[in-house]
Protein backbone atom coordinates (compact mmCIF):
# COMPACT_ATOMS: atom_id res chain seq x y z
CA UNK A 1 0.00 0.00 0.00
CA UNK A 2 1.35 2.82 -0.70
CA UNK A 3 1.46 6.11 1.74
CA UNK A 4 1.28 10.06 0.96
CA UNK A 5 1.63 12.02 3.76
CA UNK A 6 1.03 15.88 3.54
CA UNK A 7 2.55 18.69 5.90
CA UNK A 8 2.93 22.24 5.86
CA UNK A 9 -0.52 23.82 5.93
CA UNK A 10 -1.97 26.42 7.74
CA UNK A 11 -3.36 29.58 9.02
CA UNK A 12 -2.07 32.59 6.07
CA UNK A 13 -3.29 36.25 5.26
CA UNK A 14 -4.31 36.76 2.38
CA UNK A 15 -1.38 37.87 -0.01
CA UNK A 16 1.13 35.27 1.77
CA UNK A 17 2.58 32.50 0.94
CA UNK A 18 2.66 28.87 1.89
CA UNK A 19 4.50 25.18 0.84
CA UNK A 20 2.72 21.95 1.26
CA UNK A 21 5.14 18.92 1.13
CA UNK A 22 3.96 15.44 0.24
CA UNK A 23 6.19 12.64 1.41
CA UNK A 24 5.83 9.55 -1.32
CA UNK A 25 7.31 6.67 -2.63
CA UNK A 26 7.50 5.40 -6.27
CA UNK A 27 7.06 6.14 -9.87
CA UNK A 28 4.10 8.07 -10.37
CA UNK A 29 2.39 10.92 -11.25
CA UNK A 30 1.59 13.77 -8.35
CA UNK A 31 -1.23 15.24 -7.97
CA UNK A 32 -2.72 18.39 -5.74
CA UNK A 33 -6.63 18.95 -5.58
CA UNK A 34 -8.20 20.50 -2.62
CA UNK A 35 -11.86 20.62 -0.85
CA UNK A 36 -13.49 23.32 0.31
CA UNK A 37 -16.56 22.43 3.11
CA UNK A 38 -19.67 21.42 0.90
CA UNK A 39 -17.77 21.20 -2.27
CA UNK A 40 -16.64 18.40 -4.75
CA UNK A 41 -12.88 17.88 -4.92
CA UNK A 42 -11.31 19.38 -6.98
CA UNK A 43 -7.87 19.74 -9.32
CA UNK A 44 -5.24 22.05 -8.21
CA UNK A 45 -2.01 20.72 -9.82
CA UNK A 46 0.02 18.24 -11.44
CA UNK A 47 3.38 16.89 -12.55
CA UNK A 48 4.89 13.35 -14.14
CA UNK A 49 7.07 11.34 -12.20
CA UNK A 50 10.26 12.75 -14.37
CA UNK A 51 9.22 15.99 -13.80
CA UNK A 52 9.32 17.45 -17.41
CA UNK A 53 5.28 18.02 -17.19
CA UNK A 54 3.37 20.09 -15.07
CA UNK A 55 -0.19 21.19 -15.70
CA UNK A 56 -2.59 23.78 -13.33
CA UNK A 57 -6.48 24.51 -12.53
CA UNK A 58 -6.50 28.28 -13.86
CA UNK A 59 -7.58 29.41 -10.81
CA UNK A 60 -4.28 29.03 -9.41
CA UNK A 61 -1.91 29.50 -12.57
CA UNK A 62 1.06 32.26 -11.58
CA UNK A 63 0.25 31.71 -8.42
CA UNK A 64 1.16 28.15 -7.45
CA UNK A 65 4.19 25.70 -8.57
CA UNK A 66 4.41 22.07 -8.21
CA UNK A 67 8.00 20.38 -8.18
CA UNK A 68 9.24 17.47 -7.24
CA UNK A 69 12.89 16.07 -5.51
CA UNK A 70 13.01 12.60 -6.75
CA UNK A 71 15.98 11.94 -4.55
CA UNK A 72 14.05 12.87 -1.60
CA UNK A 73 10.75 11.44 -2.58
CA UNK A 74 9.01 14.89 -1.75
CA UNK A 75 6.48 16.62 -3.78
CA UNK A 76 5.97 20.20 -3.48
CA UNK A 77 3.32 22.86 -3.78
CA UNK A 78 4.52 26.19 -3.33
CA UNK A 79 1.52 28.82 -2.84
CA UNK A 80 2.31 32.58 -2.96
CA UNK A 81 -0.58 35.35 -3.14
CA UNK A 82 -3.08 33.31 -1.31
CA UNK A 83 -6.62 34.29 -1.70
CA UNK A 84 -9.48 33.74 0.87
CA UNK A 85 -10.79 31.72 -1.55
CA UNK A 86 -7.81 29.09 -1.50
CA UNK A 87 -8.88 27.80 1.88
CA UNK A 88 -9.68 24.12 1.73
CA UNK A 89 -8.30 20.89 2.98
CA UNK A 90 -5.08 19.85 0.67
CA UNK A 91 -4.81 16.44 -0.85
CA UNK A 92 -2.10 14.88 -2.91
CA UNK A 93 -2.66 11.93 -4.78
CA UNK A 94 -0.47 9.52 -7.10
CA UNK A 95 -1.16 8.20 -10.28
CA UNK A 96 0.52 4.39 -10.83
CA UNK A 97 0.73 5.52 -14.51
CA UNK A 98 3.66 8.31 -14.57
CA UNK A 99 3.55 10.00 -18.07
CA UNK A 100 0.11 11.60 -17.91
CA UNK A 101 -0.97 14.01 -15.88
CA UNK A 102 -4.92 13.60 -15.65
CA UNK A 103 -7.21 16.96 -13.92
CA UNK A 104 -9.68 14.60 -12.40
CA UNK A 105 -9.86 12.57 -8.99
CA UNK A 106 -10.73 9.23 -10.18
CA UNK A 107 -7.22 9.08 -12.40
CA UNK A 108 -5.56 9.05 -9.10
CA UNK A 109 -5.22 5.77 -7.55
CA UNK A 110 -3.89 6.61 -4.03
CA UNK A 111 -4.22 9.81 -1.96
CA UNK A 112 -2.91 11.31 1.24
CA UNK A 113 -4.90 12.48 4.26
CA UNK A 114 -4.74 16.18 3.64
CA UNK A 115 -3.71 19.07 5.00
CA UNK A 116 -5.62 22.13 6.15
CA UNK A 117 -4.88 25.38 4.32
CA UNK A 118 -6.62 28.39 5.69
CA UNK A 119 -6.48 31.60 4.44
CA UNK A 120 -7.90 34.75 6.17
CA UNK A 121 -8.83 38.24 4.70
Known amino acids: QVQLVESGGGLVQAGGSLRLSCATS????MGWFRQAPGKERRFVAA????????NYADSVKGRFTISRDNAKNTVYLQMNSLKPEDTAVYFC??????????????????WGQGTQVTVSS
Open 93 to 110: AARRIPITIPTTAGNYDY
Open 26 to 29: GRYT
Open 47 to 54: ITWIGDST
